[in-house]
């Protein structure tokens, strides 16, 4: 496997063990439809929240969560659209990025919450 596509399945395990530390229940892991990939649908309390990972390995290049941009946010929204419609639930919708820069065994977790309203 590709070295950036490791990186991207640590990221994503560091941000669940995160997440649960704070107690959400993660519900999915890389959840598909039609193009788009959610990379965790976690909820907590009446929350669902859309997690979309980037994890870089400096931030020499930017922020992690520079990387999303308006195209994927389209598609992560159908996808939780669709989703909460398919599941039938009740719950208020959150979209967050979890921004990790890993490097040499260490990790900066940057959880931003409703990170969609900042773009």
């Not at 490791?6 to 439809?33: H, M, P, S, V």
């Amino acid at each position: 496997m590709a070295e950036h596509n490791e990186l991207g399945k640590k990221g994503e395990q560091l941000a669940i063990d995160f997440l649960i530390k704070n107690e959400y229940k993660i519900l999915e892991k890389n959840y598909r439809y039609l193009k788009a990939e959610v990379d965790i649908i976690a909820q907590k309390e009446n929350t669902l929240a859309a997690v979309e990972v980037k994890t870089r390995s400096t931030d020499y290049f930017g922020d992690p969560q520079d990387a999303v941009n308006p195209k994927k946010i389209k598609l992560l929204v159908s996808a939780i659209d669709y989703y909460v419609i398919d599941k039938d639930l009740d719950v208020e919708v959150r979209f967050d990025i979890i921004a990790i820069i890993y490097q040499k065994n260490k990790s900066k977790i940057e959880h931003l919450e409703d990170a969609f309203l900042h773009f």
